[in-house]
Every structure is written in structure tokens, then in C-alpha cells.
């Protein structure tokens, strides 16, 4: 019974495609799962934007939007229409094709990473060997989305935005990459499923995820900090600043190609802690193995809302960034931290089990950690400013 | 040590996401259109004008003397004269306003108008759901939509208002006893003579009325 409410989805489409001939079965069963991914993902969106107003108002000392439905819950459902009713405005100057694509192309460079994800046990779309790889090439489009919006605007702000949103995305790009590689070298697959289910161990109880060793911990860490930046969310949302710069990339976006930027900006939020949570959270992995009964779906979506809230706490709570400060973290910090990480993976994997490997790869990090930030944090001793004037 | 401010900031937002469900000094917010806070007395908002009584036409204190729509600065006020009298609230005969017309989209609720009055007929009001979907016509209040009763006037503006009726009744009494002063002079000095009015009444009258055959 547990088992059967724990494959639900797969049995379900089983039975659904059971209707059709057999040659038709494979081709039903892939649009089945695209179709339930498009439907859940955008559904989630629009909880997330509710959540996200509810939550920010609420550390504002608000109450944040409670006109529409019972506790202002059907706000969405206020937005979609608003934004699908309103007048689709393409400036004269702009590259009407480029203008055009950009949003989808946006949209589904998102979508296509949700099909590598593992969301349950036996619940993933294609079960790629170089799935990670395929994840993160989708990820690296969306920059090329964009910047096409930035571009193809010809206004100085979308142009600015973009700028900003390519060079940032593509520093953090390489945090990215490398605090996930630590996880394949332990691992030694680039499976995401394969990746799950050697978390997917108990020992006293507890599991083996990742993030409860110090270089998952450290990796864990730089994941959400490259994973916040990614997906242009705050401290790290100098792309659409909107002190600074109208809307960013899509100040020349109205009505529903505005709604698509948003939708993809959140699934984008969504998708990245669901990759998250698959490579150190242990995906679809019960925390303790007393809760193994509950089904995996239920844990993996209740790890993305775990993680959709961090990220609206974080958001509540830190100012955006300067350029340079961004850069220099990315490149001073983060950068050398992933790249220390990677060293003490590997120390990790091969000073064999026992409890010196837990000192010597903690201690490391630790020293790391203090000592890169004690340099970065060091001001310049700038005296008054002297003047000499010409005699 | 890095990362030290990020770990308070986030105690501090948690702290205030959590007070905010438990303790009513945080959460500030009034839900308008349900829940109002009480306007404090010496707010206001555009002027209204006072009338004496239960008739609002008869009991409006305006006497059309123009000072407000003079001083006016941003000159929304705009004022006819009428062509007869009426009595004003110490019985004196004044004329009233025929049109008194306030331009609230003009307006800039300065109160200088309430200031120059010397009548005591022009006040601020308190209401602002003045919103109308009528532009020009809707903005434009006639003397019939500007009119409030004294009573309105005492549950808005209670200590000002009290002051108001003080001063007034004030004025009546010392118009009133003058009044009687010239009155009791006058009767004084008809006893004193007292042989020539009788004949002088008579004389008038068929004058006056005498109808032409």
C-alpha cells in the first residue's frame, strides 16, 4: 500500500497509457510527464510569488496581499489575468524577432532542466548518464536568453541589465559547476539518479547526504550562494535593480512576454534548488531512516520548499550588491573556496574511512574560510586625501 | 568573521517575521476600508460652509462679502451675490450667496478662507473619500453640497466649534443689548415727547397706501 502510494504518478501514467495501442505507449508516456511538468511547475510558481509577498510583508511588519481569496491566496490568479489582458507593447526600435524569442527561449531552456531531475523514486524523465552536464548546459542558455532581451531592446537600461546579467551568470556559472563536481568525484557518476541513491544510505539512522560532511557542507554552501546568483535573485539581483535600472533586461517587456520572464525567473529559482537538493540534500531521500514509509515525491517537494523559503528569508533580509563587490566575491571567495573544495574532496575519498579524514578536511575548510575572508574583508588604510597645488 | 552580519541579519528578519503573527505593536497596518483610526481633531481637509438650524438654505452664515474668494490663493472659490436680504443669524437683514462654488480639484486646503471669514461661515472639513469619476463636474461642490450644520461642525472640530459659538453668542448678546439700548433711548425719548408722534403716524399712511381710482 505505502509502495503503491509512493509510485503513485508512475502507476498512474502506466494505467493512462495502458489505453493506447502499443506503438503509441513510449511517445504518450514522455507527453504525459512533459505535460504534468508544465502544469506542477508553473502551479508552484504561483504559490511561490504568494509565498514571497506573504513572507517578505511579513518580515516587513506587513500583511502583504490578502484581497483576493481567503487569505489573499488566489493573488495569482489576479496577476495572470492582469498580465494577459494588458497591451503587448514591442518598441519601433527593437529587433522584433530577437524581442520575441527571448522570453521563450527563456522559458524553455528552464523547462527542458526539470527533465533530468529525479523528483521520486523511479520519477524521473529521461535518466541521462550525463544528466548534470545536460542540467547545466540548459542553465548556461538561459544567459543567452538573457542577453537576447537585453540586446535586442535597444534601450540603455535593458542593455546595462543585460551586461550586468552576463558578466554576473557567468562568473557564478563556474561556482556552479565546480562546488557540483566535488559531489560527481565523490560519486563517480554524473547521474542525478545515481546521485540520489548513493545518498540514499543509512547508517544509525541517519542518512548519508552530502551536505553532513565538510566538503558537501562547504559545497552545499557555494552551491546556494552560485544558485542565488543564477537565478538573479537578491543580494545578487543587480541585473534588475530596479533602483538603478527601471527592470533590467526586461524593461522593454509588457503584458504576457513580461509574465513569461517572471515565470521562468521563478521555475528557474525552483529547478536550481531542486538540482540542489539533489546533489547534497540527498533528493528524494528521507532525513531519517525511521520516515522511509513517506513517500519520496513529498520529501523532494518539501525540500523545495524548504528552499524556496531560504531564498525568500535571504531575500527579506540582505541589501543587493555593488558590481565590484560581486565580482570580487565571486572571483576572490567563492572561486578559490570551490577550488580548495575540490582538493579536499579528494582528500576525502582517498584517506579512507575513520576520523581523521572528518579533522584534517574540516580543519582545511575552516582555515580557508577565515583566513580568505579576513583578506577579503581587510579595508585599505586610506589616509586624507592631500593636495599640492602647482607653484 | 565573514559572514557574521548575514547570520544576525537573518535573526533579525526572522525575529520580526515571527513577532509580526504574535505581538499587535508590530503589525501596524490598518485594513482601510474595513478598519479606520480616528482622525485626529485638527485634521482637514477642503472647506465646507455652516449653517444655523434645520433648513440649510434659510441658516447658511454666509453673507457674501467676498473676502474668501478674494484672498484665495490658488482662487478656487467663486462667490455670486444675491439681489435681496435676509435676515443673518442676529437678525441683521444681509444678503446671501446666490452661487458659492469651491473647485476642490483646486483647492490646496491652505485654510486661509477660514481665516479671513468674518462671519464664522466658512470651515474645514474632514472628509476625504472624495473620489468621483466626474472630472470637471463632480469636483466642482455647489453651495448646497458644501453646506453642514453647526452640529456637524461640533462632532468634527468639538473644541474649536465650542469656541466658535462662544464668541457668537458673545456678539449676539452685546448686538442684543445695544439693540435694547437703542431701544429703551428710543422709547426715553418718545416720552419725552410724546404729542408729536401720534400725529405724525396718521399723516403717513394714507400717503402711503392710497390706491389710484
Known amino acids: 500500500m505505502i509502495e503503491r502510494f509512493d509510485q503513485i504518478f508512475i502507476l498512474l501514467k502506466h494505467w493512462l497509457v495502458g489505453y493506447l495501442p502499443e506503438s503509441w505507449q513510449t511517445v504518450a508516456g514522455v507527453v504525459l510527464c512533459v505535460v504534468a511538468i508544465v502544469a506542477v511547475y508553473p502551479a508552484l510558481f504561483a504559490l511561490t510569488t504568494v509565498l514571497e509577498r506573504k513572507g517578505v510583508g511579513r518580515i516587513q511588519n506587513r500583511l502583504g496581499p490578502n484581497r483576493v481569496g481567503p487569505y489573499g491566496i488566489l493573488q495569482p490568479m489576479a496577476d495572470a489575468i492582469k498580465s494577459l489582458t494588458k497591451e503587448d507593447i514591442v518598441p519601433t526600435t527593437a529587433d522584433g524577432v530577437v524581442h520575441f524569442l527571448a522570453p521563450i527561449a527563456q522559458v524553455v531552456t528552464v523547462f527542458m532542466g526539470f527533465a533530468v531531475l529525479p523528483m521520486g523514486r523511479n520519477m524521473v524523465l529521461v535518466d541521462m548518464d550525463a544528466a548534470l552536464l545536460f542540467y547545466f548546459a540548459m542553465g548556461a542558455s538561459a544567459e543567452l536568453s538573457v542577453f537576447m532581451a537585453g540586446w535586442s531592446s535597444r534601450n540603455k537600461y535593458s542593455l546595462l541589465g543585460a551586461m550586468r546579467a552576463v558578466a554576473q551568470m557567468i562568473s557564478y556559472e563556474i561556482v556552479l559547476l565546480l562546488s557540483s563536481v566535488s559531489v560527481v568525484m565523490i560519486t563517480g557518476s554524473l547521474s542525478l539518479v545515481k546521485i540520489v541513491e548513493s545518498q540514499n544510505q543509512y547508517s544509525h539512522g541517519l542518512p548519508h547526504w552530502y551536505i553532513f560532511t565538510p566538503w558537501g557542507f562547504a559545497g552545499f554552501l557555494l552551491y546556494a550562494i552560485a544558485a542565488t546568483a543564477e537565478t538573479n535573485r537578491s543580494p545578487f539581483d543587480l541585473p534588475e535593480g530596479e533602483s538603478e535600472l527601471v527592470a533590467g533586461y526586461h524593461t522593454e517587456y509588457s503584458g504576457f512576454k513580461f509574465a513569461l520572464f517572471f515565470l521562468g525567473e521563478y521555475v528557474a529559482m525552483l529547478s536550481i534548488s531542486g538540482l540542489g537538493s539533489t546533489l547534497f540534500l540527498g533528493g528524494w531521500s528521507a532525513p531519517f531512516s525511521f520516515l522511509t514509509w513517506v513517500p519520496s515525491w513529498i520529501w523532494f517537494f518539501g525540500k523545495l520548499f524548504v528552499s524556496i523559503c531560504v531564498f525568500i528569508w535571504l531575500r527579506g533580509t540582505l541589501p543587493r550588491l555593488r558590481q565590484d563587490q560581486l565580482m570580487n566575491f565571486a572571483w576572490k571567495f567563492v572561486l578559490p573556496m570551490c577550488l580548495l573544495n575540490l582538493f579536499v574532496a579528494a582528500l576525502w575519498r582517498f584517506m579512507g574511512e575513520g576520523w581523521l579524514r572528518w579533522v584534517v578536511c574540516s580543519a582545511i575548510l575552516a582555515l580557508a574560510y577565515v583566513g580568505l575572508g579576513w583578506e577579503g574583508m581587510k579595508r585599505k588604510q586610506i589616509g586624507r586625501r592631500s593636495y599640492r597645488y602647482a607653484d | ?213
Open chain 2, 1 to 213: 568573521m565573514l559572514g557574521e552580519g548575514i547570520l544576525k541579519g537573518l535573526a533579525e528578519t526572522a525575529k520580526n517575521f515571527a513577532g509580526s503573527y504574535v505581538s499587535k505593536e508590530r503589525l501596524t497596518t490598518v485594513e482601510y476600508p474595513e478598519e479606520r483610526e480616528p482622525l485626529p481633531e485638527a485634521s482637514r481637509n477642503f472647506p465646507f460652509l455652516v449653517y444655523d438650524g434645520a433648513d440649510w438654505e434659510k441658516g447658511l452664515r454666509c453673507v457674501a462679502c467676498q473676502i474668501c474668494e478674494k484672498e484665495c490663493p490658488p482662487k478656487c472659490i467663486y462667490i455670486e451675490k444675491s439681489k435681496d436680504k435676509k435676515p443673518d443669524h442676529v437678525g441683521k437683514l444681509q444678503i446671501y450667496p446666490a452661487r458659492f462654488d469651491i473647485d476642490i480639484s483646486v483647492c490646496m486646503s491652505c485654510q486661509i478662507c477660514v481665516e479671513v471669514c468674518p462671519f464664522e461661515a466658512i470651515k474645514m472639513n474632514t472628509e476625504f473619500e472624495l473620489a468621483t469619476d466626474d472630472r470637471f463636474g463632480g469636483l466642482l461642490l455647489d453651495r448646497k453640497e458644501l453646506a453642514r450644520s453647526n452640529e456637524y461642525y461640533h462632532q468634527i472640530h468639538p473644541t474649536e466649534a465650542a469656541e466658535v459659538d462662544a464668541r457668537l453668542a458673545e456678539e449676539k448678546a452685546k448686538v442684543e443689548a445695544k439693540a435694547k439700548a437703542a431701544a429703551e433711548a428710543a422709547a426715553a425719548k418718545a416720552a419725552a415727547a410724546p404729542a408729536q408722534a401720534p400725529t405724525a403716524a396718521p399723516a403717513a399712511k394714507p400717503a402711503e397706501g392710497e390706491p389710484k381710482p
